[in-house]
């Protein structure tokens, strides 16, 4: 089957806001086996909307539309569906009554306009939205299916999933999904790519889709299949073959971001986690502390920003700092040497680097960093060079240091 | 003059990947005084894309497309548009040697598939693309017109700047734009609305657009008349008006983050910051050393996550974290005292607080937030309660901390 979703609402033709709902709504029907052949936008202009739902339901056996169903004169949508349909709208006093009661538990008063979300297509189904005013509606004729759902998305995604998901259930062969979702850091997408092109190349089922940020790639595979072991079969064939190819690349294996996984190994070893911070200025502290929970295992750190920090904070030796540079191999050692003793932390990590967009350290490059790592057998620093500009730059490091660590562990 | 957008891509179908193009066209377009009246995914499907084209011809004079001209198999826009416009594609050998002159210049072979790029429709302009192989297309008659634009933004924009604006430009009526781009800390966005709603509701020109993130703000005006004068002249007089409401709750005139405005204060005054952060980890200083040249005014500071830290790295007396508890006004002013003396800052902010989701401090619900301030003159701390998730309530935090340093300067 296929579907098309229009999102009403001229504040979707402006610059500043983009539909959203449409994502979450193709991953739902993904899920069913459903693809999206067309997203739309449409304005609050009533012949518009009517035009366009008029040939999406020519075209396309499942209709979707969010938004415009409010209680204001800009809200059309109930009216151009009636129209593209064409069929009367038809007052529901069970309807009404529903929303003078929303708004007598709130203890306000019903102001008239809302009367205008009482109002059913001919022929509709109502779909309760207990977190609004304004019910949805379901009208399928002649293997036509059109669903009107609420534009909010805390509306839209309860009305989809408890009536309209059902009634597509209902006519759908069924289907069983199985995924994995791994995360890998230290390489860049092409790298990846190259490896593990040729291992899900040749598979139609599972389907992967490899996304990539700053030093980290996700790697997803969904497999559908008619039962649960089938699509769990198919998974773990094509997961084990990629496992093998990226072998500990592979940070994780149920789509946790770089921080938890650390979290979690340092928690298994019952250690402790310290930073000091150059050139990412608390980046690395504040990544960290973004896993809930982290207070079981990061201490805290030193932001050395300024050159003088460094001694004054960490007690570097000012001959050093002079002798090496800020940026440089030795520096970032005994940063996260410094780190360690003075928080009593199990390990440490350390970032110095030049992350732009001018250099303000004579003969370093934009992207030259390096990162250091304190740990019970020791102490060293690797030199990277990231590319882009100052804030991918800062991502990078961040990541790389997270990563560094989790080698180590 | 009204616009449509069609964006073509199966991947812009998927859960994954949303169409921006149309935002960045928008904007432009409405600099021109051209509205957007419709949006729309098309995937990669000759008929379904001919099919979209012809309609969006027949009901609006300008029709933009972006995706498609690349030269795969999948890459079927020109073929679409060509049979939208029942018109033949001529191959011009102009293009075909721009192209094998563009791989020749990157020592790379040109695959033969490239040469389907070397089709114009026929009567189109070729548009030059030179970040890409693939030109764009213009074809205009009995007041329709319709660009083909590149897909990849890199190449998008520069076609559209270059080729396309002017054309637009060489009909439209002269418009002269003047902005005003306000930035506002501590307020929420109803307050914000309640406030200055009456006084730019009656404006239709200047045209205000309000966005709210945490604890900031955003206030745009912008003015379209015929001569720039007019236009300064309304921004002027909506603007003045919107200052006297707001007042010192302004920090930014020219759309300048708070980061960078606290900045300019700083260095005016020759003047220095230092940080001392609990439950933001560093988010603090991170998102201070996002303006590049903040190294002038900002020395670093102190993660001191775990609750040992606060005495180890900062010397704050046990007993009285013992007593007040860690989320307090006096370890939040002890905190910022000592950032400010083991920094030789001038200046120094601190935050306690408990981010959540669960409360990890007895007696303390999340949200709950201490910001304390040291400055030549003494030491001070503000209690907030803020609302949302465990990432809303830092973001809150760190820009409720600048804010407060702002009031101070």
Known sequence: MTAEIIAVGSEMLTPAKVDTNSLWLTDQLNLLGVDVTRKS???????????????????????????????????????????????PLIHDPAILAAIEERFARFKRKMAPINKRQAFLIEGAEKLDNPNGTAPGQWFALNSRMLALLPGPPGEMKPVFLNHVLPRLKAILPPRALRTRFYRVAGMGESDVDQLIAPIYKPYDNPVTTILAAAGDIQIHLRSFCATEEEAEARVAEL?????????????????????????????????????????????LGGRITEAPGSSAWFLGGFQVYGRAMKTRLLGLDEKLVDREGVVSEAVAIAMAESARDRTGATYALSITGEAGPESATPGIEPGTVWIGVATPAGVEAKLHRFPGGRARIRAFAVQSALNLLRLRL
Chains 1, 2 share one sequence.
């Open 41 to 87: 936008v449409v304005g609050d202009d009533k012949d518009r909307l009517a035009g366009a739902l008029h040939r999406a339901l020519e075209r396309t056996p499942l209709v979707l539309v969010t938004g415009g169903l409010g209680p204001t004169e800009d809200d059309l949508t109930r009216e151009a569906a009636a129209q593209a349909l064409n069929r």
């Open 239 to 283: 997961g084990a073959s990629i496992e093998a190819a990226l072998g500990n690349r592979i940070y994780s294996r149920n789509g946790d971001p770089l921080e938890a996984a650390l979290g979690e190994l340092l928690r298994e070893r019952k250690a402790t986690l310290a930073v000091a911070e150059s050139c990412t200025g608390g980046l």
